[in-house]
Antibody, heavy 121, light 107 residues
Framework: QVQLVESGGGVVQPGRSLRLSCAAS????????MHWVRQAPGTGLEWVAV????????DYADSVKGRFTISRDNSKNTLYLQMNSLRADDTAVYYC??????????????WGQGTLVTVSS | DIQMTQSPSSLSASVGDRVTITCRAS??????LAWFQQKPGKAPKSLIY???SLQSGIPSNFSGSGSGTDFTLTINNLQPEDFATYYC?????????FGPGTKVDIK
């Protein structure tokens, strides 16, 4: 069965960096685009970033552009989110989500359980 | 960016009721519209894509409709496990955007 397991969250000081990982299993990872979505405490869902099935295309929310980098290693079935220059308003649960297909404009089907990132001094 | 709005923001319903949630996009998105369900402390769950297609494993009491700018999610015969927050999302244009959510609770 499809499984997405995020890791790497924790407490970090403002201005520091953190790298999240999302380990995928139960499907052909290299055939699907992947996304990061976050949810600040008590608020709704915010899309963060997308990477195409082969890593050739990426896009970001304006709120993270220039600070966050999405990447993937298809040989390790793993998705990453490198987060630099973290701010208090980056505090959220971060979810990885699978695109329904290899297409760039596709909905999500599976989500991970999320990992909490807290940015605080 | 495409803005997504939802109405109502919350509603109270009883088991067995029919519930309708509306989602509106600030510009036309064809049928590139998805619906998600989220329960407290849990990850979102994908319900519907392409405005009206059920994700695998989603019961048929859920249905979606619409195209362009106006969409609806209907839950027939509301079950106890359906009490949750529901989000719409457009994937026609990047950045992808979500609606603010509709909380369905027990009357």
């Amino acid at each position: 069965q499809v499984q997405l397991v995020e890791s790497g969250g924790g407490v970090v000081q403002p201005g520091r960096s953190l790298r999240l990982s999302c380990a995928a299993s139960g499907f052909t990872f290299s055939s699907h685009g992947m996304h990061w979505v976050r949810q600040a405490p008590g608020t709704g869902l915010e899309w963060v970033a997308v990477i195409s099935y082969n890593g050739g295309n990426k896009d970001y929310a304006d709120s993270v552009k220039g600070r966050f980098t999405i990447s993937r290693d298809n040989s390790k079935n793993t998705l990453y989110l490198q987060m630099n220059s973290l701010r208090a308003d980056d505090t959220a649960v971060y979810y990885c989500a699978r695109s329904l297909s290899s297409g760039y404009y596709a909905s999500f089907d599976y989500w991970g359980q999320g990992t909490l990132v807290t940015v605080s001094s | 960016d495409i803005q997504m709005t939802q109405s109502p923001s919350s509603l109270s319903a009883s088991v067995g009721d029919r519930v309708t949630i509306t989602c509106r996009a600030s510009q036309g998105i064809s049928n590139y519209l998805a619906w998600f369900q989220q329960k407290p402390g849990k990850a979102p769950k994908s319900l519907i894509y392409a405005a009206s297609s059920l994700q695998s494993g989603i019961p048929s009491n859920f249905s979606g409709s619409g195209s362009g700018t106006d969409f609806t999610l209907t839950i027939n015969n509301l079950q106890p496990e359906d009490f949750a927050t529901y989000y719409c999302q457009q994937y026609n244009t990047y950045p992808l955007t979500f609606g603010p959510g509709t909380k369905v609770d027990i009357k």
